[in-house]
């Protein structure tokens, strides 16, 4: 009994009779901004919310319990130039025993980046500030002063010299983040973040000022895909120095997506913090949402008066944004002109008695029906391998024709696209028969002097940033425009000089892809191997006016 109130004494006493010390999570991955200011507002939507609850040492009379709720968003991108701007608030709840010693933490932080080599990599800087204010319920504690020699007696003094039961301090903190792609298995992260970088003071005894030391630090944990399998791979290894104490967080965390949507994934995996504690970590994202809870095994010296149960956590993290709907396509449906009435043309005829009237049949103008079939007919739709042509690049031209792109997409299209759709793949290899017979139409119309207008409608899959997918559609276009000009050895290039064949490019990026399909591109199965998002990887071919 007197090891447990001993023990109780010292982790009550400690915050304010030693420098302090900040506090620490087994879900730290979970928990971006306290990890690191240098994350503020770099999710993948524009707002997240993070909610996590630490329970430790339940089983002693001296429990802490930790909350921490924070909120970032994207404030400011400029997806041309590639900076990036967040804003964030946390709020930070800490609770000794029954009370006795709470801490109350606000704070506010700031992130800006810069995105290099076609967003593969990311540099993110950071600043936090926060306000601390602690409070302390000495009627909740006791001191040897209070002890008579043989009992425990709470009317005698306890023969401190208590300053009072509130103090508070600012805090200043700064951090540094390095994003990369890992070609197409995942990406991986290095970061260094410092806190309570003023070592702020504060005191409730006189005499015995405590100091919050300066809390460094560094990490690395990354996102790997296990191949073309639903299982994937996600190591940390975290290290904090503080006040002489270290400590080392290695994190083995596996995930497997659930069900034909891949919308869920089952996390689960061991870690392990060097000499305190092992631990056991379950989890579920879905969708945007991730829900985890770790359990720690005590392996210290402390495991005898916890009996091993160290504690448990709880962490919520949630992402959204409003989805901007795209701008309807000014598009007027081409006017179809009634053939004109033909008078009957005068012909000489035999004069016999009967008949005495010879009726004329009009002639059919074959130009002019063939003109409405081609404005009629719809829009050609011809497609890509993911980010090609030119892939990794923000030009707006290429010199590759499409009828190379088209040969090397349909001798890839089981690896390229792993959903084994029939149809879609029927409606891939099809293309060049269509655009064929198109263009032998329009050339028809040519050699009749008729003048064509037509559309090159350039789209993209979500995965990249709308700017870059812009360019990519562009390339698309022109790589099509490409192949008009040598088509047929040349057929149509005079006409297209002469501006009796006229192509209008239009590049929507990514603006008409369908809400549901993933810009993930950590989720290749959704964002770049299913057939959603490789139907999205298009250009369309469409004549809308003959005269």
């Not at 928990?31 to 690191?36: E, H, I, M, Q, V």
């Given at each position: 009994m007197n090891k447990i109130l001993t023990i109780a004494f010292c982790l009550l006493t400690a915050p304010f009779l030693v420098k302090g010390q900040d506090f620490h999570w087994s879900l730290i991955h979970l928990?971006?901004?306290?990890?690191?200011p240098a994350n503020t507002g770099f999710a993948k939507k524009k707002n997240?919310?993070?909610?996590?609850?630490?329970?430790?040492?339940?089983?002693?009379?001296?429990?802490?319990?930790?909350?921490n709720i924070s909120y970032d968003r994207n404030v400011f991108h400029n997806e041309e130039s590639g900076w990036r701007l967040g804003l964030g608030a946390q709020l930070l709840f800490d609770k000794a025993g029954d009370g006795a010693l709470t801490t109350f933490r606000p704070a506010v932080s700031a992130a800006i980046g810069k995105y290099f080599n076609a967003n593969k990599q990311l540099?993110?800087?950071?600043?936090?500030?926060?306000?601390?204010?602690?409070?302390i319920d000495f009627s909740k504690l006791t001191f040897n002063a209070q002890f008579d020699g043989v009992n425990y007696n709470p009317e005698l003094s306890n023969g401190e010299d208590i300053v009072g039961d509130k103090a508070g301090y600012f805090d200043l903190g700064l951090g540094l983040n390095f994003n990369s792609q890992l070609k197409k298995i995942g990406d991986i992260d290095l970061g260094f973040s410092s806190f309570n970088l003023t070592s702020p003071k504060y005191n409730f005894l006189s005499g015995s000022e405590a100091t919050v030391a300066p809390r460094m630090l560094a990490y690395t944990k990354a996102n790997i895909d296990l191949g073309a399998s639903a299982w994937s791979f996600h190591p940390g290894v975290y290290y904090q120095y503080?006040?002489?104490?270290?400590?080392?967080?290695?994190?083995?965390?596996f995930g497997v997506k659930l069900?034909?949507?891949?919308?869920t994934q089952l996390q689960f995996g061991p870690g392990y913090r060097i000499g305190d504690a092992v631990v056991g970590y379950v989890g579920l994202n879905w969708k945007d949402l991730k829900v985890g809870f770790a359990f720690d095994g005590n392996v210290s010296d402390l495991k005898t008066a916890t009996a091993g149960r160290g504690a448990y956590e709880l962490a919520l993290n949630y992402e959204w944004e409003r989805k901007k709907k795209p701008e309807p396509e000014l598009f007027e449906p081409p006017v179809i002109e009634e053939p004109k009435k033909e008078e009957p043309e005068v012909v000489d005829t035999i004069v016999v008695p009967e008949p005495e009237f010879v009726v004329e049949v009009p002639k059919v103008n074959i130009v002019d029906s063939l003109a409405d079939a081609v404005r009629l007919r719809a829009a050609v739709e011809l497609f890509y391998a993911n980010d090609q042509p030119n892939p990794r690049t923000r030009d707006t031209t290429t010199i590759v024709s499409y009828d190379e792109t088209y040969k090397n997409y349909v001798q890839?299209?089981?690896?390229?696209?792993?959903?084994?759709?029939?149809?879609?793949s029927s409606?891939?290899?099809?293309?060049?028969?269509?655009?064929e017979l198109l263009l032998e139409d329009v050339y028809s119309l040519l050699k009749e002097n008729k003048s064509v207008v037509a559309e090159v409608r350039g789209f993209a899959s979500p995965l990249a940033s709308s700017s870059y997918n812009v360019n990519l559609t562009k390339r698309r276009a022109v790589a099509l425009i490409n192949y008009l000009k040598k088509w047929n050895n040349g057929a149509l290039l005079p006409y297209m000089e002469k501006g009796q064949l006229n192509l209008d490019q239009k590049a929507y990026g990514a603006a008409q892809a369908a809400d549901e399909i993933s810009s993930d591109p950590k989720d290749k199965q959704k964002s770049i191997y299913s057939t959603d998002a490789a139907y999205e990887r298009r250009v369309e071919l469409k004549v809308i006016e003959v005269k």
């Open positions: 928990n971006p901004t306290y990890l690191n997240r919310v993070t909610g996590i609850y630490r329970d430790q040492w339940r089983s002693i009379p001296v429990p802490y319990s930790t909350t540099i993110q800087l950071g600043i936090n500030g926060a306000y601390a204010r602690k409070q503080q006040n002489k104490a270290q400590e080392t967080l290695l994190q083995t965390i069900g034909e949507s891949k919308n890839e299209l089981d690896k390229l696209v792993n959903d084994n759709d029939a149809k879609f409606k891939v290899k099809s293309a060049n028969t269509q655009l």
